[in-house]
C-alpha cells in the first residue's frame, strides 16, 4: 500500500535509524501521528538542538555543548590522571561510577587489524598531544574495551607512552562482581588470576 | 537440529544491543555463521568463545536461517597472537584471506589444519611474516589462481629461472624474462622458498628466519599476484601496509 506523503519521509528518516526496518519505521511513524502537537515539536527540536548543539571537547573529545567540556573545565578533577576510552558512552559509564575524580580522553574507536582501522583513524595523536603540551600529568589509564581491538589499542598506546616517562596503566580484566567462578570461562579466570593482588 | 563442530573464529561483527555474529570456520562444516546472543555482554557465557582466532567447541542450532550459538567451549585462545599487535595483524589478514576465498559450509579439513597450525606456530614465537607467506602461497591454490611455480610459464625449462611474472602467472627463465618487462627478478633463494612454500608441510616446519631482503621480494610477489588475481579487498591487508612504517 502507497503511504501518504509526510508518513512515507517520516518512515525514512526513521529508517536511517540503526537497528529499523520498514515495519519499525511505520509503527513509529503512525505513533507520531498519535502524539501530542506540543510533543512531537519537542521531540523535533531535540533532535535538532542535539544535532546543532552537540560538539567535541577541543581538549578530551567527549561530546559536550560547551568547550572545552565541563569534566575538562571543572577544577576541582584530579588534573594529573587522564583515562583513556574509547566511546564517549564509556565516559557516561566511568561517571555512573562516582569513584573517578580524573580527566579523560576519548579516542573514538579502536584499533582494529580486522576491519583496517589504524591509529590515525582514532584520536590517538591528540592524545599524545595533549600529553606533551600539559605536564601536569602523572598517569594515563587505558580503559578501553578487553576485546581484542582494545587490547591492540592499549599496547599501542602503552608503546607510545614508553619514552614519556608517564606511568601507564590498564584496568583490570577478570570475575564480574557477583560472577561465579565455576562458570568462568579459561580465558578470564586466566586474566583474573594474573592480575591477582595481595590482601 | 543441533550442529556440533571444531572451529576457529575468523571474524566478529556486533549485533543489535549486545548480539555477535561469528564467521567460523570449521573442520567438520567449513564456513559458518552464528549468532551468539547477548555476547557483549559482561556475564555472557559466550564472551570469551566470541573473539576472532579463539579455537573451540562450537554446538549451535541450525535453522533455516542463521544459526544460534547453544555452547561454545575455549580449546586455545592463542593469547600470545592476542597480546602482540604484530603478530595480532598477521593472523588477523590470514583470518579475512581464508574468510574471502572459502564459501559458506564448503567442508575443507586441511585449509582448517592449515590455518590452525600456522596459528600455533605464530603463538609459539615464530616469524609471522614468513608464516603468512607460507599462508599466502599456499592459499592461490584454494582461491584458483595457483602459479606455475615448478617451470618457466614460457618455455618448459626448469632451470635458470630468474624472475616472476604476474601477467604470466610463473615463473620466467632467463631466456624467456624478456617476455614480461614487469616480471620481478628475484633471488634463488626466493625462488626457491616459493617452489618449498607451496608444497611444504606446515606440520613439519620449524623456526624458519629470514633475510630482511627475502621477505620483502616474497611479499612483493604475492602482493602483486594477488592484487592482479585475486578479486577482494583486504581490510586487514591495508592495516599490515600501515604497520610497517610504525617500525615495530
Known amino acids: 500500500m502507497q503511504y501518504p506523503a509526510p508518513i512515507a519521509k517520516l518512515m525514512e528518516g526513521f529508517m536511517k535509524l540503526p537497528g529499523i526496518g520498514p515495519k519499525t519505521a511505520s509503527r513509529l511513524a503512525f505513533y507520531v501521528l498519535e502524539m501530542k502537537e506540543d510533543d512531537v515539536l519537542e521531540f523535533a527540536r531535540s533532535l535538532v538542538h542535539a544535532k546543532r548543539d552537540l560538539m567535541y571537547c577541543s581538549q578530551c573529545h567527549h561530546i559536550t555543548d560547551v568547550d572545552p567540556c565541563r569534566i575538562c573545565e571543572d577544577t576541582s578533577r584530579d588534573q594529573t590522571v587522564i583515562c583513556v576510552v574509547q566511546d564517549a558512552k564509556d565516559v557516561i559509564a566511568m561517571e555512573k561510577m562516582r569513584e573517578y575524580n580524573g580527566l579523560y580522553h576519548v579516542l573514538h574507536g579502536a584499533i582494529s587489524p580486522m576491519d583496517g582501522i589504524g591509529p590515525e583513524d582514532i584520536y590517538v595523536a591528540e592524545l599524545i598531544k595533549r600529553l606533551q603540551e600539559n ?65 | 537440529m543441533l550442529e556440533k563442530a571444531e572451529g576457529i573464529v575468523l571474524r566478529t561483527i556486533n ?63 592463542f593469547p600470545d597472537i592476542r597480546q602482540h599487535i604484530v603478530r595480532m595483524s598477521y593472523a588477523a589478514y590470514m583470518a579475512e584471506l581464508l574468510e574471502k576465498t572459502v ?21 609459539f614465537g615464530h616469524d609471522p611474516e614468513v608464516l603468512t607467506s ?28 630468474v624472475s616472476f611474472s604476474v601477467k604470466e602467472a610463473g615463473f620466467l627463465c632467463k631466456r624467456c624474462t624478456d617476455q614480461d618487462p614487469y616480471a620481478i627478478h628475484l633471488h634463488p633463494k626466493t625462488i626457491h622458498l616459493l617452489r618449498l612454500f607451496l608444497h611444504i608441510d606446515v606440520q613439519r616446519i620449524g623456526s624458519i628466519s629470514l633475510q630482511k631482503e ?31 612504517k610504525w617500525n615495530w
Open chain 1, 135 to 199: 605536564e601536569n600529568i602523572q598517569e594515563v589509564i587505558i580503559a578501553t574495551n578487553s576485546t581484542i581491538e582494545g587490547e591492540a589499542t592499549a599496547m599501542y598506546i602503552s608503546r607510545l607512552m614508553k619514552p614519556t616517562g608517564i606511568k601507564t596503566t590498564r584496568i583490570a580484566h577478570g570475575l564480574p562482581i557477583g560472577g561465579d567462578l565455576e562458570y568462568a570461562d579459561e580465558v578470564t579466570l586466566s586474566k583474573a588470576l594474573e592480575g591477582r593482588r595481595e590482601i
Open chain 2, 15 to 77: 549485533y543489535g544491543e549486545s548480539n555477535v555474529i561469528l564467521t567460523l570456520f570449521t573442520r567438520e562444516f567449513g564456513k559458518v555463521a552464528v549468532m551468539a546472543r547477548g555476547a557483549k555482554k559482561t556475564r555472557n557465557r559466550f564472551r570469551s568463545v566470541s573473539q576472532p582466532f579463539v579455537h573451540g567447541i562450537f554446538l549451535y542450532y541450525k535453522g533455516r536461517g542463521m544459526s544460534t550459538l547453544n555452547q561454545g567451549d575455549v580449546l586455545h585462545s
Open chain 2, 103 to 123: 564459501e559458506e559450509r564448503e567442508k575443507n579439513p586441511y585449509l582448517f589444519e592449515l590455518f590452525l597450525t600456522l596459528l600455533e606456530q605464530m603463538e
Open chain 2, 134 to 161: 607460507i599462508f599466502e602461497t599456499k592459499m592461490t591454490l584454494q582461491a584458483g589462481i595457483q602459479p606455475e611455480l615448478t617451470k618457466c610459464v614460457c618455455c618448459g625449462q626448469t632451470d635458470q629461472i
Open chain 2, 214 to 244: 627475502t621477505k620483502e621480494e616474497l611479499k612483493r610477489v604475492m602482493d602483486a599476484y594477488y592484487e592482479a588475481y585475486g578479486g577482494f579487498a583486504l581490510k586487514s591487508k591495508r592495516f599490515l601496509d600501515q604497520l610497517e
